[in-house]
């Protein structure tokens, strides 16, 4: 029973690991997804897109169905209209040819005249006849001379009158109205035609012109709704900042008012927030209350099993303790890692912390030369906490110390790509070195390739652990010194504050 109680404490470390990396992680993930468009078109496992270009285009392509529609409509509305104008026309000659067939001695008095222009041109597509019951030919307009249409074809409709869509011998579509009429006892025919080919230029003159208007509706429209867009993402863009600000360690909550949409979103981050740092609360307490619980069982075994060193059963139960005590001591530190990586919101002065591990490491090791390159007044911060970071650097550069021959080199510089900046830390030596096969060797947990110099081969091990944690990255490789180069790559903050370096190296 007891063992499985301890198998079940001794979980706490992995299970504050996930929970703290999991909260991080959907905070970070929510974070990229409220940020405003990147020009890449992926970001982890999806893809990134803009709201606001998302309803540009679906706004802009309705409005080019819809104006274009619209144009035709018009188009067609208008054709219609002026064909309508048309018949009423030309019904209104028919009229007035009657009435002064009428006034006239005979059908085929040259009294009988349009004062219309056009049909005294000859081409024109407005033509004038009156024929008797029979096809005979009794007057007609100038503009008619030299041709021949026929009676139309079909019968009369109620109110004596039929039409049709003719081409005369000039090319030219027309329209033809033709009504039976009884004058004077005689019966006649009266046609009329007017040009549709002048209807037909007209509405190609209106459909051009419709298309240019509409045109210029859709660029106002389309820049209203870019506009529109922009102005309704604004709570978006402010609660992306607000995301932003929590992640770098400007503030802990998400706070401002947010319309009814985004409010509850907000709410929720703010809760998961909360929940994060209760967790890790009491995860830290469920640790501390393992290490307690096993210091003094440990202990108890230590100094009953060295009160009789002599014998055999004491020295393997101090052994065996004293790799429990060193086990437990590992495990606590890899919670401890966990839950202050976990934390939402911290950053470090990366220069401010080489420069301290610099001067802490030039004292220790005298025979050996630390040179720290001057760091860039923009250098981002450190994403993270800066015990973190001492550690990780404090283990890589004490490791150079332990090996280096005469002179280890220290430089720090922003590696940026894209929409990401990462913090890049080379601590190099000019000592033995290792080939590319001991390099990955080297990071395994405990293993040391040379057992004669102190230390417990964990160092290597410990960077790792946290580099991991934090999504970072460690590389060994050869330094142009002749030695060892480490790179330490790790997540960037925004800058907290501009500070010379003369004034860095004063603290």
């Not at 004038?128 to 249409?149: E, P, Q, T």
């Not at 867009?229 to 008012?257: F, M």
């Not at 009814?260 to 929720?268: F, I, R, T």
């Amino acid at each position: 029973m007891a063992a499985k109680s301890g198998a079940a404490r001794m979980k706490v470390p992995a299970a504050l690991r996930a929970w703290g990396g999991g909260i991080a992680a959907r905070i970070d993930g929510l974070r990229r997804r409220l940020a405003p468009p990147a020009d890449g078109p992926h970001n982890g496992n999806g893809k990134r897109g803009s709201i606001a270009a998302s309803l540009f285009l679906l706004s802009a392509g309705w409005l080019i169905v819809a104006l274009v529609a619209t144009a035709f409509l018009l188009t067609e509305l208008y054709s219609r209209a002026l064909d309508t104008s048309l018949a009423e026309t030309l019904e209104f000659h028919v009229e007035t040819l009657t009435d002064l067939t009428l006034l006239s001695a005979s059908p085929g008095s040259e009294e009988i005249r349009v004062a219309d222009p056009r049909f005294d041109r000859t081409g024109s597509g407005w033509y004038w006849a009156i024929r008797d019951d029979r096809g005979g030919l009794l007057n007609f307009s100038n503009s008619y001379v030299g041709m021949v249409l026929g009676p139309l074809p079909g019968p009369f409709d109620s109110s004596n009158l039929k039409s049709a869509v003719l081409t005369d011998p000039f090319g030219i579509r027309i329209r033809v109205i033709e009504r039976a009429v009884t004058v004077n006892g005689l019966p006649l025919h009266i046609m009329v035609s007017g040009s549709l080919d002048e209807i037909l230029t007209l509405v190609d003159d209106f459909r051009g012109q419709t298309l240019i208007v509409l045109g210029a509706v859709a660029i106002m429209l389309a820049v209203m709704s870019t506009i529109v867009a922009r102005l309704a993402l604004r709570p978006v863009q402010r609660l992306r900042r607000e995301v932003e600000r929590v992640r770098e360690g400007e503030v802990a909550s998400v706070t401002g008012s947010y319309p009814a949409e985004l409010a509850p979103l907000s709410d929720e981050i703010n809760e998961l927030l909360r929940s994060n740092t209760q967790i890790i609360e009491r995860a830290r307490n469920q640790v501390g209350n393992l290490a307690h619980g096993l210091k003094t069982p440990l202990a108890v075994l230590r100094n009953e099993a060295s009160a009789d060193r002599k014998n055999p059963l004491a020295k393997v139960v101090t052994s065996e303790t004293d790799k429990m005590t060193q086990l437990v001591t590992t495990y606590l530190d890899r919670a401890r890692i966990a839950a202050r990586s976990a934390v939402v919101g911290k950053k470090a002065d990366a220069t401010h912390v080489m420069l301290r591990l610099t001067r802490v490491m030039q004292k220790l090791n005298p025979r050996v030369t630390i040179a720290m390159v001057r760091p860039d007044a923009s250098l981002p911060w450190f994403r993270g906490d800066e015990g973190d970071l001492e550690e990780m650097a404090g283990n890589l550069l004490d490791n150079a110390c332990k090996w280096s021959k005469s002179s280890i080199g220290v430089t720090l510089v922003a590696e940026r790509s894209g929409q990401s900046t990462n913090l890049l830390v080379k601590i190099e030596d000019d000592g033995p070195g290792l080939t590319e096969e001991e390099a990955q060797k080297v990071l395994r947990r405990g293993v040391r390739l040379d057992e004669k110099t102190p230390g417990s081969g964990l160092g290597l091990d410990i960077v790792k652990e946290l580099v991991d944690v934090y999504g970072g990255s460690l590389q060994l490789k050869r330094s142009v010194l002749g030695g060892l180069l480490a790179e330490l790559r790790l997540p960037a903050a925004k800058v907290g504050g501009l500070r010379t370096f003369a004034s860095m190296r004063k603290e």
